[in-house]
Structures are given as structure tokens and as C-alpha cells.
């Protein structure tokens, strides 16, 4: 049951809850000036820290809209609904989590995805480890290994904010209204109807061969995953959805798309092990519709 919902406070944003490498906080002003400005349901199937979502929430744009959400990252996920369904709860275990959190803590806590029960871990539980983690890992990065287990050394933070009660009860706030999903991108195609607006931010095309590194998920998201997206992104703009997406600005990204509206936009980036891949990066963000 949810334990916290009170009317939405536009004076006071929301953000997310979790720090996430190539979330869209710092590019919020260049693109959402880019978006439709009508549109009916929101869709967002590359979830990760939902600094979109939250922001269009925050600026009243979702209101009397269905909203549905989505990732492939089962721990994200979980998270996502337990900070929508428990919250109180969610912060009580993550201040037992910043009670406890020492380097011994931290590899400990890591380590307990090897375990052959830790997806029996009641959910609640695993909730809070995922937070912990992101809150205590090296900026906020996550990054699996070819087993899908999280590999990422603890960071250097003298005081992790763990348990972030106003971010959470305020996140809880925004996703009342919206149903959350483990599943593909391509599964937006089952949801997504003429007139919605879909916003993808998938894992970039890295910049050069050497600039990718294991992530998100075990399988990666490399040509083939990108010219999947391309499938599913014509075939939403063909049903007649309002489609945006980030990716990088390569030119195999803008051959690919080439038949949109590809706009650039600058991006600081500062993790990266390729020198071109940090300081001020050029990104696109493409779409499909006359801006209005």
C-alpha cells in the first residue's frame, strides 16, 4: 500500500533519486525546448534516473496523462517500485544501510548478487541495496560484468546522502500515476498509440571502437541493439507517435536516421576513459515532428 501521495507542489521540483552516468539533468534546457508541445500518454522506456520524467512531471506536463515507464534493469526497477509503493519503509532500510556503511560494508553489500538465493532477497531489501550502491559506488556508475553481476569500486565520499528522504517521498509523488515495467524498448510498441510521446535515451553508439565499455546490462547495446531501436522508432513515427531520442553524434547514428529531424546538442561528460569522450561532447537529439 502506498504510504505517501499528497497534491503535486510545481514550486518545488521533483529530481531523481539516483545518480545516473548519462542521465539528462545538465541537457534538460536544450531538449525539452525541443519536445512536442502536445502530445497524450508518455512513454519513457530507458528508464535509468528518469530526470525527464521528473521534470516534465514538475512543470505540469503529465497531468490527466497515463504515463509508463520502463527499463531492462530488474534492480532498477524494483527500486523504482518500492520508492513508488513503500517509501517509508525504503528509508528505514536505507538508514540502516548509511548506520552500517563502512569499505568492509560496501564489498560485502556488493557481493551479495554472486549468492545463488539473491534474487529470493525480499524485494524491499534489494530496493535499498540497489540505492546504497549507487549512492556509494564511483560516481554513481553502473556497470555489470559478462555474469551480470555489479562490479564498480566504492567511491570516495565522505558523506553519501543514502537515505534521501525528500527525494524519495517526492519521486513517490510523481510515479503515483504511473505504471512502471521491467521489460525491452521494444515493448513500448505494445503501449504506444497515435498522438503519445515516446522519449528514448538509450546506451550512446560509443564515439570511437575503443570508447565502450561493459554495462547497463551483460548483452551491451552496440549496432545491432541500435538499428533495432531505429525499427521500433520508424515504426512508432509510421503509427503516428510524437518520437525523440539521444544518442551520440556519430556518423553512424545520423546515417541511420537520416530521414528525421536531428538536432545537436552539447553535453558535459566527464566519465569517460577516452579523452574524446569528455569536456563538452556534441549529442543529437532526433525527432520526428515539426516543432510547434
Not at 525491452?184 to 565502450?212: E, I, K, M, Q, R
Amino acid at each position: 500500500m502506498t504510504m505517501y501521495n499528497i497534491k503535486p507542489n510545481f514550486a518545488k521540483p521533483c529530481c531523481p533519486f539516483i545518480k545516473w552516468v548519462g542521465g539528462k539533468r545538465g541537457l534538460l534546457t536544450q531538449i525539452l525546448p525541443l519536445f512536442p508541445s502536445e502530445f497524450e500518454n508518455y512513454h519513457e522506456p530507458f528508464l535509468g534516473g528518469g530526470a525527464v520524467f521528473f521534470e516534465l512531471y514538475s512543470r505540469g506536463l503529465l497531468e490527466d496523462k497515463n504515463i509508463f515507464l520502463s527499463d531492462i534493469n530488474d534492480e532498477l526497477i524494483n527500486a523504482y517500485l518500492h520508492v513508488k509503493e513503500n517509501p517509508t519503509k525504503l528509508i528505514s532500510e536505507l538508514k540502516k544501510y548509511k548506520q552500517n556503511h563502512s569499505k568492509d560494508f560496501y564489498y560485502h553489500t556488493r557481493s551479495l548478487d554472486r549468492e545463488v538465493n539473491f534474487k529470493k532477497t525480499p524485494p524491499i531489501k534489494r530496493a535499498a541495496r540497489f540505492i546504497y550502491l549507487n549512492k556509494t559506488c564511483f560516481n554513481g556508475l553502473y556497470r555489470v560484468n559478462a555474469k551480470g553481476y555489479f562490479n564498480v569500486p566504492m567511491g570516495s565520499y565522505k558523506n553519501p546522502n543514502i537515505a534521501d528522504e525528500e527525494a524519495i517521498y517526492r519521486a513517490s509523488e510523481a510515479l503515483q500515476n504511473a505504471t512502471i515495467k521491467c521489460q525491452s524498448f521494444t515493448d513500448v510498441l505494445n503501449d504506444a498509440t497515435s498522438g503519445d510521446f515516446v522519449y528514448f535515451d538509450p546506451p550512446y553508439y560509443p564515439l570511437t571502437p575503443t570508447a565502450n565499455f561493459t554495462s547497463y546490462n551483460q548483452d551491451g547495446f552496440l549496432e545491432a541493439e541500435q538499428i533495432k531501436l531505429f525499427e521500433v522508432f520508424k515504426e512508432l513515427s509510421d503509427r503516428g507517435c510524437k518520437v525523440a531520442q539521444s544518442n551520440s553524434d556519430t556518423e553512424f547514428i545520423k546515417e541511420l536516421y537520416k530521414a528525421f529531424d536531428i538536432n545537436i546538442v552539447m553535453m558535459n561528460r566527464f566519465i569517460n576513459s577516452n579523452k574524446y569522450g569528455r569536456g563538452k561532447v556534441k549529442e543529437t537529439l532526433i525527432k520526428n515532428y515539426d516543432f510547434v
